[in-house]
């Protein structure tokens, strides 16, 4: 499988600060927390896989404890070798060691990312969302909702419930604007202010906007056997093989004065398919077929034919936004086939044109995709010559 580049970007370029430094003395064992087993690796491998994966960020720092420094280097070199940018030691405190993560940001960097590694379970989709919300916060963090009655106390004494409908239990990652963090923390610093996550540092900025977003369940923190336990069972749930299968189908009306364009190729043709974009039928039913696997809607759904922006748009940039939206709730694509009705232009010229389209926009192996023709003996609207038909089968994985 290709490795997955960048598309659809946040609003800037991501680094994660991975925290590693916790000591595991709750968990009942000798080692950090970090390296304790789960599954046949230590916990952390499964966060730096995460975030090796994530589409949105661009490059991961981890930071670590001082005394297993050199076992986090060949960790992230094996876990996330794409992506590992430094593996740094941390402080006594949390804020020592983010700070110690933002001085090693690469100079590009606008935007941060900083997770537990002791949330080794958190969606592509939940960092996605967090990061999408610093289009219009200066942070953003996720919450879950309160299922229990919170109530406010001095030591044994209740003082009276509080209104769980205002409170959220946070976590992470919780992304900030370089910037933002940056002031935030030497603020803290100088003030001598201790936070018990980093957005309380810059909610402490004056005018600081932070977002909640949605958080997942399975997005909990590893902190005692019990959560361990929860962890293991977790992972032997999502190791089941989730294989996909996704089918979509799109048709257009030949007429003159059209271009054909059939994988984002045009094709030499005295007429062209009539749609609201280009009409490429071949990437519509991929796109369809995408959505179809993943749960995710129709191409109406996402692209209604009555929105001007659509108006004669490549079906390539509609695909590739797709294929992105596909990966951001979790999904890897495996392979595309498809089939084109027609009976005439031939296809075979245009055949491997097509697919590096394809493989361009889908970040697949050509041999992963593959493109037919057939025609229906005149039988049909596409043997009368009136349209072009599309069919196509995905398959994705979680």
Partial sequence: MKTRRRKNPAPGYVTAIIVAGGRGTRLGMDLPKPLVPLGRRPLVAWTLETFERAPRVDRIVLVCGADWLD???????????????????????????????????????????????????????????????LRTHHGAVPGLPLADTLRRRDQNLSLGAADRARHVLTQTPQCFHREVLANALNRAFAEGFVGTDDASYVERLPVARVAVVEGHPDNFKITTPSDLERAR??????????????????????????????????????????????????????????????GLGDLGKHFPDNDPQYRGISSLILLERIADLVRDHGFTINSVDTT???????????????????????????????????TTEGMGFEGRGEGISARAVVVVGK
């Fill in 71 to 133: 076992q986090a280097r060949d960790l992230a070199a094996k876990y996330a070798p794409t992506k590992t940018y430094e593996v740094v030691a941390g402080g006594e405190e949390r804020a020592d060691s983010v700070r110690s993560g933002m001085t090693v940001l690469p100079e590009e960097c606008t935007v941060v990312a900083v997770h537990d590694a002791a949330r080794p379970f958190v969606p592509s989709k939940l960092i996605a969302d967090c990061l999408e919300a």
């Fill in 233 to 294: 069972l977790l992972l032997i749930r999502r190791h089941r093989p989730d294989i996909r299968v996704g089918e979509g189908y799109d048709a257009h009306r030949l007429v003159e004065g059209r271009p054909l364009i059939l994988g984002g190729v045009t094709i030499p043709f005295d007429k062209g398919l009539l749609g609201h974009s280009d009409a490429d039928v071949l990437c519509h039913a991929i796109t369809d077929a995408l959505l179809g696997a993943a």
């Fill in 340 to 374: 084109l009705v027609l009976e005439q232009p031939r296809i075979a010229p245009h055949r491997e044109a097509i697919i590096a389209n394809l493989v361009r926009v889908l970040d697949l192996d050509p041999e992963r995709i593959s493109v037919k023709a057939t």
